[in-house]
């Protein structure tokens, strides 16, 4: 510790007249912020184990046994679209949600907005962070998936990514939505155990055709069964689903609204 | 309110509702109704009040982080509820809960913070100055109370700004943490910072503040310097001498009814221990001294205590502060 006396002001310009602090562009702030949150959630080691180790996990239960027997080519072509929605479901809505409803706790939503960095950078950021930790994930899988046998047609990769980015803010926006308006331990119940029941029965990895004729109905219009349909769609046959886009789409917008509308910074 | 000569911070008629409330059947409840203040740049501006009285809602109302339902606030020539990141880089806000996330280690976090602005101050020199360098391998959630404090401190220095927000800065902070953020509050203060502090601490006002408004139940109750509230008497606006406090020790169970004018009273706390409160005089403290001279009485201790900003603040409000 030293005593050194403060400085009189911020700085100062050419000409030596006092300068007022300004931000750094938006830019520089939602980069910074989402390298920030990306690097948090690559570091937490329960976010890892829900992002990573059991969408693997899932992958290989699902190419070692016949539940998606008969419904293409092979069973890892089945499988890889549905594991890539569930990595999208785990980082944008369990694991996002979760990290927001703590920050929420401890202040730091509140703090942030207090910087330059301000509430629509720190969305901005989390959004960064969701995109950048899902593109790890998609290259993990695939990168598994590939020596497994998975042979995806060239031309479902574009209308693929497209629809997992889609999810990816449609859950954004739902995990939001949880954090924003309940406490972080409630947060944690309900992201995980969604994660669990959307998992298994959501239509996410499993495909409707399987579920029982009730859930049938319900799951093609949830955002995980949307979003399971679209990629099987695009990364089996190359086509696009618009029908699931839109259902996609219209959960970005009514989850995003509603978080706007009733998300509680503190 | 006083009159601004170069106000970083002008709040009028603030009124804030929360609600509605399940408690008062669905009704809003008005938490802020009415408060004004002025903070001067160069100054440090208190917001005293009992926890409750309104002084943080307040406080974020100024911030931008609550909407006002009424009044009007100028935080450098802008108001706050519009403001964007131009007037976000120019005031620095150290929160009473840190706001630090748990799992951030001290230098990448002050590192990271730095980056949102253009010119943001030199983080060695601000961990060297704060002493973070002493605990700079520790996450957040493993710091003591007031190293986190010291961290916050840190936190809203980085961009160097011409407002700063303290809420209750002295919070779990050891005596040489302390002084230490006392002496830096200080020179902020006088390089030019308009800094505005929150606090129910008495002391943190007296020892710190330029400029005091005193809030209660979402009102101002009284304003001025240390010495001008010290001074504010309602004793005195009666028409009446000071009240002053005499605090001695003596063989218990002395009989002084009789030594003292009536309306000085007198009780004895405890065995040997004497306080006389009201308009004392020199004529009165006399008479005290010759009853003792002819007991052949020599108090044990004595002091003559003026009133401090806890009395101003019973009077006031009306009720202790805590």
């Known amino acids: ?266 | 309110m006083r009159s601004p000569e170069s106000p970083v911070l002008t709040i009028s008629g603030l009124i804030k509702d929360v609600g509605p409330l399940a408690s008062l059947d669905g009704k809003m409840l008005r938490v802020v109704s009415g408060v004004s203040l002025v903070a001067e740049r160069g100054q440090v501006t208190a917001l005293l009040g009992a926890n409750g009285a309104g002084k943080t809602t307040t406080i974020e109302c100024a911030q931008g982080l609550q909407k006002r339902t009424g009044g009007n606030i100028s935080l450098l020539g802008q108001d706050p509820g519009q403001a964007g990141a131009g007037l976000r880089a120019r005031v620095g806000v150290m929160l009473q809960d840190g706001g630090l996330p748990p799992s951030a280690r001290p230098i990448p976090l002050l590192r990271h913070i730095a980056g949102m602005y253009s010119r943001p101050r030199s983080v060695d020199d601000l961990v060297q100055r704060l002493g973070i360098d002493d605990f700079s391998r520790t996450s957040v959630r493993r710091l003591s109370g007031g190293q986190k404090q010291r961290l916050a401190l840190a936190a809203a220095l980085i961009g160097n700004p011409e407002v700063l927000f303290l809420d209750e800065p002295s919070a779990g902070l050891d005596p040489h943490s302390r002084q230490l953020v006392f002496d830096l509050i200080g020179e902020l203060r006088h390089a030019g910072m308009g800094i505005i502090l929150t606090t129910h601490l008495m002391d943190d006002a007296q020892r710190l503040a330029d400029y005091v408004y005193i809030i209660d139940a979402g009102r101002n109750v009284a304003e001025g310097t240390v010495p001008q509230l010290l001074q504010r008497d309602p004793v005195v606006e009666e028409g009446l001498e000071h009240v002053r406090t005499l605090v001695f020790e003596a063989p218990a169970g002395l009989h002084l009814a009789g030594v003292l004018p009536a309306n000085i009273t007198v009780t004895e706390t405890r065995a040997g221990s004497y306080v006389a409160s009201g308009p004392l005089t020199p004529a009165d403290l006399a008479s005290l001294a010759s009853w003792w001279a002819a007991h052949n009485i020599m108090p044990g201790s004595l002091s003559l205590q003026a009133r401090s900003l806890e009395d101003v603040f019973l009077d006031v409000s009306g009720k202790d502060i805590r």
């Open chain 1, 1 to 266: 510790m030293t005593n050194a006396p403060y400085p009189a002001s911020a700085g100062t310009s050419a000409a030596g007249k006092p300068t007022s602090q300004s931000p750094a562009s938006l830019a520089r702030r939602i980069l910074l912020q989402g390298r920030y949150e990306s690097l948090t959630m690559l570091r937490n080691g329960e976010q890892l184990i829900l992002a990573v180790v059991l969408p693997l996990l899932a992958l290989v239960g699902l190419t070692v046994t016949p539940f998606l027997d008969g419904l293409g080519a092979s069973r890892i072509n089945v499988a890889v679209p549905g594991i890539l929605a569930l990595c999208a479901m785990s980082t944008a809505f369990t694991g996002q949600g979760i990290a927001t409803g703590f920050d929420r706790r401890y202040g730091v939503l509140r703090f942030l907005s207090t910087t330059p960095l301000g509430r629509t950078g720190l969305i901005a950021g989390k959004v960064l962070a969701v995109l950048v930790v899902l593109c790890l994930q998609v290259m993990v899988v695939t990168l598994v998936a590939l020596p497994l046998g998975w042979q995806p047609p060239a031309s479902g990769w574009l209308p693929g990514l497209f629809l997992l980015v889609l999810g990816a803010a449609a859950f954004t926006a739902l995990g939001l939505l949880v954090a924003g308006t309940v406490r972080p331990e409630a947060t944690l119940a309900i992201t995980n155990l969604l994660w669990i029941l959307l998992g298994v029965l959501g239509g996410i990895v499993i495909p409707a055709d399987r579920l029982p004729a009730v859930a049938q109905s319900i799951v093609v219009y949830l955002p995980s069964g949307a979003l399971g349909e679209a990629l099987r769609e695009a990364f089996m046959f190359g086509t696009v689903d618009v029908g699931a886009a839109f259902i996609l789409l219209a959960w970005t917008v009514l989850a995003g609204a509603a978080a706007i509308r009733w998300f509680k910074w503190n």
